[in-house]
């Protein structure tokens, strides 16, 4: 079975950084992809970053420029660096990794509310 702990959410003013991250139960080698997603009350739950291992990281529009994703094969662990951030930024952030078979594993959520 494999286990995404997340951890780093909490509590932040608008403006401020949070860094989280996510370690896997097993090798991250594992996962052709490993990514950020968040939802937000009553809302959709929406894509944040993606690492993928030998193409270029992708982010939503929404995060450009202030949030940075990244990965630590060697301690099975993702980073989601969040700088500059906005009340809008608010939800629960889920971890989740893609295995090369298209499997997808999630995250149990970190919650992440900005204050304005």
């Known amino acids: 079975q494999v286990q995404l702990v997340e951890s780093g959410g909490g509590l932040v003013q608008a403006g401020g950084s949070l860094r989280l991250s996510c370690v896997a139960s097993?090798?991250?080698?594992?996962?052709?992809?490993m990514g950020w997603y968040r939802q937000a009350p009553g809302k959709q739950r929406e894509l944040v970053a993606t690492?993928?291992?030998?193409?270029?990281?992708t982010y939503a529009d929404s995060v450009k420029g202030r949030f940075t994703i990244s990965r630590d094969n060697a301690k099975n662990t993702v980073y989601l660096q969040m700088n500059s951030l906005k009340s809008e930024d608010t939800g629960v952030y889920y971890c989740?990794?893609?295995?090369?078979?298209?499997?997808?594993?999630w995250g149990q959520g970190t919650q992440v509310t900005v204050s304005s």
């Open positions: 097993i090798s991250t080698l594992t996962f052709g992809v």
């Open positions: 690492h993928n291992l030998g193409s270029p990281t």
């Open positions: 989740n990794a893609k295995t090369w078979g298209g499997f997808d594993h």
